[in-house]
């Protein structure tokens, strides 16, 4: 079986996940949403605290339905925000720390090609790792600009374009690392199309919750790993690593 196999690829998710970028997403949101709607974002109840805006990201399967849900923008008016992100981003300069341990485990599992599917602007994150001498470590980067509007997590599109390029659908295993249900339902997704097409590649999903209470009650799909500490990952692919040497003797 696929999950016998070796491990071909490590993929992380990007906000949330490698690094904490909520106090400057917040920020930066509250500026779009201020220059889109013409008001004071901070009477929004999404805008209007740290919490409540992860709450409300957390519980929101896109971006897309983020901002019409929350804020109430149009199609066209988040259109218009997905295209203000970076420039704000860029301009917003509210500290980023990466997630505790993480930087660690990037550098222990540079023996594997590792990359980044994310939501995000692909030229920011690669802006950011530059700026934290990370960029090397990361073969690939999918952010929200490779993707069509309409085709963004969960559809499996930047996840599948991100594996063909570091793996070149060889048969074994690919880590998708994430912290929200729409990026393990981008892996169930995934992994149905990879079957369809008779690829010999199983994506196994970890739900990085370190640092954070995440209510998984009412998630339609669950990881198939959960971790609380970005360390944990090191065990779960030691596991693998040994499973598939243990089979070759």
């Not at 696929?2 to 904490?20: E, F, P, Q, R």
């Not at 860029?90 to 590792?114: F, R």
């Not at 090397?136 to 085709?151: L, N």
Request: some cysteine.
């Amino acid at each position: 079986m696929t999950s016998n196999k070796k491990i071909l690829a490590i993929i992380w998710d990007y906000d949330g996940t490698l690094v904490d970028s909520r106090q400057k997403n917040l920020n930066v949101t509250r500026k779009i949403v201020s220059k889109i709607l013409k008001g004071n974002p901070s009477e929004i109840p999404a805008l209007s605290s740290l919490s409540n805006y992860h709450q409300a990201n957390i519980k929101a399967a896109n971006w897309r339905e983020f901002y019409k849900e929350s804020f109430g923008l149009t199609g066209e008016q988040t259109d218009n925000a997905g295209r203000m992100w970076t420039e704000f981003q860029i301009k917003d300069h509210t500290p980023i720390p990466l997630m505790n341990g993480v930087e660690d485990v990037i550098y222990s599992l540079n023996k594997y090609p590792q990359g980044i599917v994310s939501q995000n602007s692909r030229s920011n994150i690669i802006r950011y790792l530059k700026g934290n001498n990370l960029l090397s470590y990361f073969k690939d980067i999918v952010g929200y600009e490779e993707v069509k509007m309409e085709r963004q997590k969960p559809f499996p599109d930047g996840l599948l374009l991100c594996i063909e390029r570091l793996t070149d659908y060889k048969p074994g295993v690919v880590i998708y690392i994430g912290d929200h249900e729409t990026d393990v339902r981008c892996v169930v997704n995934a992994n149905k199309i990879l079957s369809e097409k008779k690829k010999d590649i199983k994506i196994v999903s970890i739900g990085a919750f370190y640092g954070f209470n995440v209510d998984t009650s009412d998630w339609s799909v669950l990881p198939d790993y959960k971790i609380q500490s970005a360390g944990d990952i090191l065990d779960i692919v030691s596991n693998f690593q040994n499973r598939h040497i243990f089979l070759k003797i």
